[in-house]
Nanobody, 124 residues
Framework: QAQLVESGGGLVQAGGSLRLSCAAS????????MGWFRQAPGNEREFVAR????????SYADSVKGRFTISRDNAKNMVYLQMNSLKPEDTAVYYC?????????????????WGQGTQVTVSS
């Protein structure tokens, strides 16, 4: 089992920035990669970004490309999501997730472990 704990959410004005953190513990050695997903009220959970532990390969949803950056610190078992130029439509609960599946994984069904989520609210 891997345990994931997110932090860093909050309220920010449009155009502002936030940095989310995800602390991974437990059997993280069994995971291939990490992802960030988000879910707004009434919407399905959607993919935001992902990164592989070893090579640091990244992928992003089109809606956040150029504004969000995912990174990891292997020594600390931490994953980060730097969010710049935030928009009201970025408002959601953001979840950190871990997958044991190799390759680029962007579906929530492909992730085995989840954090509890952190709220991000962007005001206009």
């Amino acid at each position: 089992q891997a345990q994931l704990v997110e932090s860093g959410g909050g309220l920010v004005q449009a155009g502002g920035s936030l940095r989310l953190s995800c602390a991974a513990s437990g059997r993280t050695v069994s995971t291939y990669g990490m992802g960030w997903f988000r879910q707004a009220p009434g919407n399905e959970r959607e993919f935001v970004a992902r990164i592989s532990w070893i090579l640091g390969l990244t992928s992003y949803a089109d809606s956040v490309k150029g504004r969000f950056t995912i990174s990891r610190d292997n020594a600390k078992n931490m994953v980060y999501l730097q969010m710049n130029s935030l928009k009201p439509e970025d408002t959601a609960v953001y979840y950190c997730a871990a997958t044991t599946m190799v390759g680029t994984r962007t579906s929530s069904n492909e992730y085995n472990y989840w954090g509890q989520g952190t709220q991000v609210t962007v005001s206009s």
